[in-house]
């Protein structure tokens, strides 16, 4: 059981510092826009998930949800989460292969008890297995926020690519963190694009995410699996595949739009993801299940991690090329984006920014340069294909 904590523990100490400025990079920008067919992409249902009542989904086993009133759309208005461009409107495509679960009900993944067990973190977990601190054979390749300050949000375009091999107890991720508090108490929500055969049952891209109210002391949950995240939408969930477009498949420049946001009058996290029509609400974790993110973020990261035991080795981080190759093969986060503390939405600023990696650079890297043009704006290219990439 303690294995199945590495797969998702996001948090590390132990990276060293890549100045991206310092890299000379003068084709960076012409790799970003020379291509321009991207395809914006949504999760899809599958057999795994099945329609239960609203109410009876696994966020209100909490103890602290048993009289938690839902919050059916965010109290903020509807909005895209980005000024989408002309020549994008006819490469945005969303799967709507089906149609959802009817009005009271909300989609939830089915897995066997012993499952859930598993995806759980209790008390019985083993003492080293609750440390602040990297995990022997994890990986990152990341951009973080350095003010001291407080954060309500953060979004991005993140690619996504359905030839990853992962295999095993390995796991690939492309997320967003947002997190807060002491590192005893330490507060956090993971989301993205996660590749993890031993959660999912396969090696294709499905919209992950991660949480935890006390440094997995005692909470820290997969998607919606156990009690905590508060599912409203009828078709988009967490855990779901997210599958190739019909128009070329996902090869590097298909992406998915993630936003995180705190909801300025309940208190609550919302996740939204992009569609044509804007921005679709799909759920939140409730401000009741943390201590401090519930007054605001404190760190935002955006990148990489990876995760493969020494007799595999490292997987494929991002689409498994290493940034330094143009844009189509790259992986990339585009449009990054924060909410300030007076819940702003605002681009990053390069300063404020810091770039990570605590591996070779033959294994996994990032490469920032700041704005990259009108479609892409604030970006970076990152990944790599790992390999034996140390401890």
Request: proline share 6%; aromatic share 12%; charged share 20%.
């Amino acid at each position: 059981m303690a294995l199945i904590l590495l797969l998702f523990l996001g948090m590390s100490i132990s990276y060293y510092e890549v100045d991206a400025r310092s890299k000379n990079l003068p084709d960076m920008q012409q790799s970003f826009t020379r291509s321009l067919n991207l395809k914006s992409i949504l999760p899809t249902m599958n057999s795994d998930f099945e329609c239960i009542g609203i109410y009876k989904q696994p966020a209100f086993k909490h103890r602290l949800l048993k009289n938690h009133k839902i919050q059916l759309n965010p109290t903020f208005s509807r909005y895209t989460m980005q000024t989408r461009l002309p020549f994008m409107e006819k490469t945005f495509q969303i799967h709507n292969s089906n149609k959802g679960c009817p009005s009271g009900k909300v989609p939830i993944r089915m897995i066997k008890l012993r499952q859930e067990i598993n995806y759980n973190f209790s008390e019985s977990q083993p003492e080293n297995f609750r440390q602040y601190s990297r995990i022997p054979y994890q990986h990152f390749a990341t951009l973080e926020t350095t003010p001291s300050t407080t954060y309500h949000g953060a979004s991005a375009w993140i690619s996504a690519s359905d030839n990853l091999l992962v295999q095993g107890t390995q796991y690939s991720l492309s997320q967003i963190w947002l997190q807060s508090g002491p590192l005893s108490e330490l507060n956090s929500i993971q989301v993205g694009v996660g590749v993890n055969p031993r959660v999912y049952g396969d090696d294709k891209p499905h919209l992950a995410s991660f949480w935890t109210g006390d440094n997995f002391k005692k909470t820290g949950c997969f998607d919606a699996i156990c009690p905590g995240f508060v599912q409203v939408h009828p078709r988009i969930t967490l855990g779901q595949t997210i599958e190739p477009s019909f128009t070329g498949g996902l090869d590097g420049k298909d992406y998915i739009a993630i936003k995180v946001t705190q909801d300025s009058v309940s208190g609550h996290w919302w996740l939204h993801v992009e569609g044509s029509d804007g921005s679709e609400d799909v759920g939140y974790w409730p401000k009741e299940i943390f201590t401090h993110l519930r007054k605001g973020s404190s760190l935002i990261k955006f990148g990489g991690e990876a995760y493969g035991p020494p007799n595999i080795g490292s997987p494929p981080m991002g689409t498994g090329k290493l940034p330094k190759t143009s844009f189509p093969n790259s992986g990339f986060f585009a449009r990054l984006q924060i909410v300030d503390s007076k819940f702003r939405e605002l681009d990053v600023n390069p300063i404020d920014m810091k770039s990570y990696c605590d591996t070779s650079s033959d294994c996994y890297d990032l490469l920032y340069h700041g704005d990259q043009g009108a479609q892409f704006r604030q970006a970076f290219l990152f990944g790599g294909p790992g390999g034996q990439c140390g401890v």
